[in-house]
């Protein structure tokens, strides 16, 4: 069974920067890994994510221009760095992942992963 923990969340100003942290139990290049948030009641939403193995990453619209995915294959970590935080990127900020990998143009959505993590709150507020 694997086990996802994220960590780095914490209360930042507009315009700050936070970094966070997905450790998965197992290799973590055996895994599509991707993520999530949830905002202001919404539903949950896709962040990120970056392919089994490969390279490739995606990003949502919103994140762009201002967050950065990439992968400690040593540690097992993926690390989401965000930047240019604004009020409403607050919320719980969840990591994922699924055996395998999903394809280049595959992963963007919650339904398509197996694991989760507990979530890590990130608040933006002056």
């Known amino acids: 069974q694997l086990q996802i923990v994220e960590s780095g969340g914490g209360l930042v100003q507009p315009g700050g920067s936070l970094t966070l942290s997905c450790r998965l139990s197992?290799?973590?290049?055996?895994?599509?890994v991707g993520w999530f948030r949830r905002v202001s009641g919404k539903e949950r939403e896709g962040v990120s994510r970056?392919?089994?193995?490969?390279?490739?990453?995606w990003y949502a619209n919103f994140a762009r221009d201002r967050y950065a995915i990439w992968r400690d294959t040593g540690a097992n970590t993926v690390t989401l760095r965000m930047n240019n935080l604004e009020n409403d990127d607050t919320g719980v900020y969840y990591c994922a992942a699924t055996l395998g990998d999903l394809g280049e143009y595959s992963g963007y959505h919650e339904s398509q992963y197996k694991y989760w993590g507990q979530g890590t709150q990130v608040t933006v507020s002056s």
């Open positions: 970056i392919r089994a193995k490969y390279s490739n990453v």
């Open positions: 197992e290799k973590i290049l055996d895994y599509t």
